[in-house]
Structure formats: C-alpha cells, structure tokens
C-alpha cells in the first residue's frame, strides 16, 4: 500500500528525525530510532540539510536503517534551491537502491552567501521533475499554515501550493503550528483552491523556552496566549516545562484527530521518550478515529 493510500483508511501517525551532527556516526541514531520503533509510526521522515547532496549520504544511511531494518517505510527529504538535475537524479537512484521511494520535495532554505544551482528556485519545479523523472515515486510536500514567511499574503501561498500539487504532490506536510484554529482556516482556504489531497498536521512539542523563541523567531509560527502564559510560568522548572509542553502537543493532537484531521506528523527533534509519552496519551484517540472511519467506509 502506498503511503498516500494509507490515508484512506486511518487516520496517519507519522514522525520526524534528522541524521546526527558531522562529528558523530550516524550509528549514533540507533537508539532513538528502535525506541521510536516500538511507536510502530506509518513511516519517519529524514531530514536533508538546505546544502542538498553534500550533506545526503547520513540522510540515506538513516532512511536505508529505517526502511530496511526496521521495517517502517521511510521518508527522505530532498531540497532542490542548491542541486543540479543531475545531482537530484543521482540522489532518487541512490534512493530507490534502497528502496526508499517515498520522498519530501522542498525548495529548502536559503543559505546566506550561497548561490543557487538554479535548477530548482522552487518546489513546485523540483515536484514536476521528479514526477516527470521518477513517477514510481511517491512526492510529498510541505505547506504553511500561518503563511510562508516569504509569501506577501495567503492569496499568493496558497496560489503556489496549488501548483506543487498540481505539478504532482500527491500529499502535505505542514509546518509546525501551536494554534489549530489556524490550521483549520488554513484547510478552508485549500479546500477553496481546489486542493484536496491528504494534510498532515505538523506538531512539535516544545518543552525549552529558549527552543520555542529560536524556532518561532526562524518559522514566524506565533505563540498564542495560552502557550505564553504556560513559558512564563514553567520556565525555570525543566520537568515542568516538559510536561507542560508535552500537555499542550497532546492538547493539540486530540482536537485535530476529533476534527478528522487526515494526520499528525510530530516533529520529535530526536527526543525518543517525549515522542513515545504523546504517542501513548493519544493512541487510543488515533485507534477510536480509525474506527469510525472504517466504519463509515463499509
């Protein structure tokens, strides 16, 4: 079964990894990812930093590790703002040697001082090229809940997610959010467009106030009122502040799946036990939705 067909049947679990730092062996994952593995997700993502090929061979050894180690299908990100044609090419062939042909098709971030390959100044070019390259492979792509930080208004993001998937992204993965009446307005907003693939939620539990400020300072992603108050007051308390953090993304997690959301993806940031804590406070959500819905599908 392909991983878009899964969203057919349940509602998905998905989560999120990133290969260790240079100065450490990618065996150095191996622990996170066999406690991940007891979660049983419906497939993990690998991250792929913006600087693309140079950096893709811990990438593949880790998706290779989860693909065919662990058996959960794997995700591989693939940036294209600094890789040549050629250079994507030779990523997916090292990609399906390892039968790994699910992949996360991303402009990628800027690197300041760096030139472009020029190939790919956006994704929806680097989409179409896969889909027209490799159309065994499965494309998915990433979108904005609260509006890409380079997009003048909602109008012109959801113009260009409308042509990622039209070029051949068959599903989404958004963009981390703390408030979920944005990510219901925001499916609103495709659902006019004309946009009806799957959607995956994209939640991470942030559990340090300084990782909070850094990310939404980078994403843009507001901090509502009631996340504020829960930093101002748990900060000087880390077990605290891990609770309560881990409490807000549960939170987060059981209204999106009462709303019928298509899926989660948890951004994990590594952190094994914190992604087995909200997977074993919501598992039985997930499993009652899957009921329903494949009862409402007889």
């Known amino acids: 079964m392909s991983l878009t067909a899964l969203f057919k049947t349940k509602t998905v679990f998905s989560l999120e990894v990133f290969p260790p730092k240079k100065s450490s062996p990618?065996?150095?994952?191996?622990?996170?990812?066999?406690?991940?593995?007891?979660?049983?997700p419906d497939f993990i993502s690998v991250t792929l930093g913006a600087g693309g090929t140079e950096h893709c061979d811990g990438t593949v050894e880790i998706a290779n590790i989860i693909q065919n180690k662990l058996n959960i299908p794997?995700?591989?990100?693939?940036?294209?703002?600094?890789?040549t044609k050629s250079e994507v090419l030779a990523l997916l062939d090292r990609l399906d040697s390892?039968?790994?042909?699910n992949i996360l098709a991303l402009?990628?971030?800027?690197?300041?001082?760096?030139?472009?390959?020029?190939?790919?100044?956006?994704?929806n070019e680097l989409v179409q090229f896969v889909h027209e390259q490799r159309p065994d492979f499965s494309i998915a792509s990433a979108c904005y809940p609260n509006c890409h930080t380079e997009a003048p208004d909602f109008v012109d993001d959801i113009t260009h997610l409308k042509e990622k998937v039209d070029a051949g992204a068959d599903h989404l993965?958004?963009?981390?959010?703390?408030?979920?009446?944005?990510?219901?307005?925001?499916?609103?907003?495709?659902?006019?467009?004309?946009?009806?693939?799957?959607?995956?939620?994209?939640?991470?539990?942030?559990?340090?106030?300084?990782?909070?400020?850094?990310i939404t300072q980078i994403?843009?992603?507001?901090?509502p009122k009631k996340f504020a108050a829960i930093m101002d007051r748990y900060q000087n308390s880390e077990e605290a502040m891990l609770d309560?953090?881990?409490?807000?993304?549960?939170?987060q997690i059981i209204d999106l799946v009462s709303q019928g959301v298509d899926g989660i993806h948890l951004y994990t940031m590594n952190k094994s036990k914190i992604a087995k804590r909200i997977w074993d406070e919501t598992k039985s959500v997930?499993?009652?939705?899957?009921?329903?819905?494949?009862?409402?599908?007889q």
């Open 244 to 251: 309560a953090g881990i409490a807000f993304a549960v939170d």
């Open 107 to 123: 402009r990628g971030d800027k690197i300041p001082g760096k030139e472009p390959a020029g190939d790919f100044n956006h994704a």
């Open 173 to 214: 993965i958004s963009q981390l959010f703390f408030d979920n009446q944005a990510f219901y307005d925001f499916k609103e907003k495709t659902e006019i467009a004309g946009i009806h693939v799957p959607i995956e939620a994209g939640i991470m539990p942030c559990t340090n106030k300084n990782q909070i400020e850094r």
């Open 26 to 40: 990618t065996d150095a994952i191996l622990p996170t990812l066999k406690r991940l593995q007891s979660i049983n």
């Open 98 to 101: 390892i039968n790994v042909k």
């Open 219 to 223: 994403s843009g992603v507001p901090i």
């Open 74 to 83: 794997a995700i591989s990100h693939v940036p294209g703002l600094y890789q």
């Open 286 to 297: 997930f499993a009652a939705a899957d009921l329903a819905k494949q009862t409402a599908n």
